[in-house]
């Protein structure tokens, strides 16, 4: 077992403040939700980090509220941020729609999967309250690292690392997400 190597994916998650980003990270890893998390990433006092954030990273969750249009017509500004600072090509992008548990939406699912389309991106809509999609949105864009082995071979020993379905999800989602 000697041979095994483990290795660390960077995956990025962006969008404007207020969509979710905290929200659907907590639900991810601690299965939590917190009604008054405060999202601060992408607050003027971080800018500073902004190249060394991008940096390496082998996927990106770009991130927009169902409720406010301002955050869907702003995805242009991040994928324009991504393509400055990002130092790989082949990064697996996933456009994510969240809060679709609420009501009266301004962005309906088929402009999201016309974005994700134009932009050759994974889409899924999710809810960080309910947790509808949001361990989906994370499986499946780590599966699709995997299965792009340039992302995720193991620089520092120049050989892969050997992971399985079940490691990548195998796909669990039942075709929750879109694949493009």
Not at 77 to 100: A, F, H, P, Q, S
Not at 119 to 132: V, W
Request: proline share 2%; with cysteine.
């Amino acid at each position: 077992m000697e041979d095994d190597v483990l290795t660390t994916l960077k995956i990025l998650i962006i969008g404007e403040s207020g969509v979710g980003k905290s929200s659907l990270l907590l639900r991810f890893t601690d299965d939590t939700f917190d009604p008054e998390q405060s999202d601060t990433a992408g607050q003027e006092r971080f800018r500073t980090l902004t190249p060394s954030y991008y940096r390496g990273a082998q996927g990106v969750i770009l991130v927009y509220d169902v409720m406010r249009r301002e955050t869907f017509t702003k995805l242009d500004n991040w994928l324009n941020e991504l393509e400055t600072y990002c130092t790989r090509n082949d990064l697996v992008k996933m456009l994510v729609g969240n809060k679709i548990d609420k009501e009266n939406h301004e962005v309906d699912r088929a402009e999201g999967l016309k974005f994700a389309r134009k932009h050759s991106m994974l889409f899924i809509e999710a809810s960080a309250k309910t947790k509808d999609g949001v361990q989906c949105a994370f499986e499946e864009l780590v599966e699709k690292i995997i299965q792009t082995p340039g992302l995720w071979q193991s620089e520092g020993h120049g050989r892969a690392v050997q992971l399985t379905d079940e490691d990548a999800g195998g796909g669990s989602c039942g075709g929750y997400c879109s694949l493009l």
